[in-house]
């Protein structure tokens, strides 16, 4: 065969290789994959793994096979930034699935806008994502740093707790994460009297002193802010000095703290979250795909995998009714239209792109549940987030400035 | 601030220092000895904190005492990945400039967290400590726990150990004499490679043991590493690197200040302990022990 022979029927052979593949479609995921908070990204890509699975399995997207493109940001925006630019440029991604920390978040923001390919955030939570960075392809499924210590605020004020010590990392979300609580409690009538305010460096891996502080201060609550392996830290070093018996407290990530810590987990503690599956009984989807995910990695879910399935399952509910992947018009399909998911319906508003997301909120239970080896939150409360968002006003003046 | 306020921050303070102090002694050990400042002291450390908080399935059905068991295998193994660091990278730069070195230990910390990564995974670990050390003990009208006692017990143990072996042994007499003039101790037939080999183990060791001892009092997870650096770092150099009682008096100087800084000056706290170092280097380069080179 001569070689220019070689070359036609080579060319041909990968022309309807390429054709073959025509009708996939690529979504693409920036994650945590590595380092401290590993653990976040790597589990969120199961759950996106799974709903894409699932969309395949029914028949796809529009007819076409959907595909996730993954990789990890390391939680540093400059490494997001190349990655993500690279799902954009390289593999055509039609829409980002970030699950990463909010630095990063940014980082995909600008470009989410910049390319113009819908971003869809249940992870990072910081405000700014619906405010000051927002842009039109910019959406957040998840309760906010201002909606969070909102929620809290609203679920503490029956019990008139007024006298607080507050424990929040020194970045900028530890200070805002305080400055919202606050004035959420005033929000729901109380009027806090703050008796102390720390903020240790994250990655403190001696709390010995903050919690000697506490102690003193006698606080009536102890609105901690710490997560990750910080607040794991913190809350095994608190039960030696005996806080949880001094005083409340309470913390986010309640998923992550049961899980790790099981029987050591301090009875009576507040804990919160966004979606821990053990608390969401009465979605069975949640509990299908909880044990779904059990099954293959061994372990129960955090939140994360929970997040992730619904936030494509908002995404492919706009495509279809938008009957198109181009980003404009499912953009605009997304906003103001209740999607049923796994965890109920979703709806995101038109002004900031925030969903209605609930907050989840309840004690540490005294026994350990045999199902899943580590104990449940009893006193459950649900906090609508339709009722504690930024108002319209105020999310638009932080987005013109 | 009552009295049992003080005791408390005191006692904090202490806890705090225990577990400074027993980080910064290998790296001061490690620096005094070798002359090299060693990086990855915090990924052995990491290793050491890991190794207690996983599960060994045969040590396990031990049940209580398997605890015991890793506490006491956690600084031997940490102790031979140290000696294969030491014979494999280290020996090869000692001739080489202090830079090499360092970028050589920095290589070390990065392929460490990936090796970890790679065999315990993301999640975060926990392990309680054994029941007998798991109590509190009241102190005025506060509670202290039991187990930071036991911290501040293996510290103090650990440096006067140190110590000991530093001054009254052999051994130590030929660590000594390598820091002080290797050449002439070569001449006197000592193989300077194997005290060399030595000193970097006992290094690893003491870093295992100090993650071995912190373990139940941390989520242990990756970041560990980093996070207990720099803090070491500066007791080791406030305290005057090379020198063991410098550290014991740089962790309980640094350990007890922030205890009290936390409450008298909350916005300040994290600072103080860098103008510390900072206040201290200007008027006293070498160190609070050293010796000005």
Redesign the interface.
Known sequence: MSSLTRALVIAAALSAAGAAHADTIKIGAPLV????F??VG?SALEGLQMAVDDINAAGGLLGSQIEVVAADDAGKPATANTVTKAMILNDGVKALFPGSNSAAAVAVEALAGQYEVPALYYSAADISITTTNFNKYAFQLSASTYMDPRAIARYLAKNDFTKVFTLTP?YNFGHSYVTNFLAGMKEAGLTPNVV??????I????F??????I??AEPEFVFVGLF??????FI??A????LFEKTHVGAPNAT?VLE???G?APAGMYLWARAPFFSMDRYPEVQKLAARYHDKIG?WPPEWPILAYTAVQIWADAVRRAGTFDAGPVAEALVDHATDTIRGPVAIRDCDHQADAQTYIGRIAATVDERYGFPLLEDLSVIDGGDVRMACDEAVSLQRK | MSLGDVASYLLSGLASAAILFLVAAGITLVFGGLRIVNVAHGSLYMYGAFIVASPFLALDALGAGAFWLKLALAPVLVGLIGAAVEIVVLRRLYHREHLAQLLATFALFYIFADLAQQIWGTAYRSVGAPAVLSGQVALFDRVFPVYSLFVVAVAVVTGLGLFALLRFTMLGWKVRAAVEDPELLSVTGTDVNAVSTLIFVLGAVLAGLAGAVVAPLQAVSLGMDASILVGAFIVAIVGGLGSIAGAALGAVAIGIFQAFAVVLIPSWSSVVVYLTMILLLAFRPEGLLGRAE
């Not at chain 1, 102390?196 to 460096?201: K, M, N, R, S």
């Open positions: 994959m590595s380092g401290p590993g653990s790597k020194d102390g305010e720390q903020y240790p460096a990655g403190t891996t001696d010995s002193s903050y919690i000697s502080a102690v003193a990750g392996g910080d607040l794991m830290t095994r070093q039960k030696g000095y005996g992550d790790t810590l099981k050591d372990a």
